[in-house]
């Protein structure tokens, strides 16, 4: 099979890259890959009882987890 040159992962919730079905199906169809994460705006909103969606520990539980994935990448 060729591989294409360029991939996409968008990670949405599996921030490990073993055991991660997303970015093993692209690392084998894809010569380089670039990962993308976004980060929902509306989790940043008030709710209708005043509150975000996410709280200041899993914001820096969700940072620590994207640093350490992309230490991991540049690993590899």
């Known amino acids: 099979m060729n591989k294409k040159d360029n991939g996409l992962v968008w990670l949405q919730t599996n921030l490990r890259l073993q055991s991660n ?24 909103e008030p709710t209708s009882w005043g509150f975000t969606r996410i709280g200041e520990h899993r914001l820096r539980f969700l940072v620590d987890s994207l640093i350490d994935l992309k230490r991991n990448l540049e690993k590899q």
């Open 21 to 44: 079905s997303s970015i093993e199906a692209a690392a084998s169809a894809c010569k380089s890959l670039a990962f993308l994460y976004i980060l929902p705006e509306h989790w940043f």
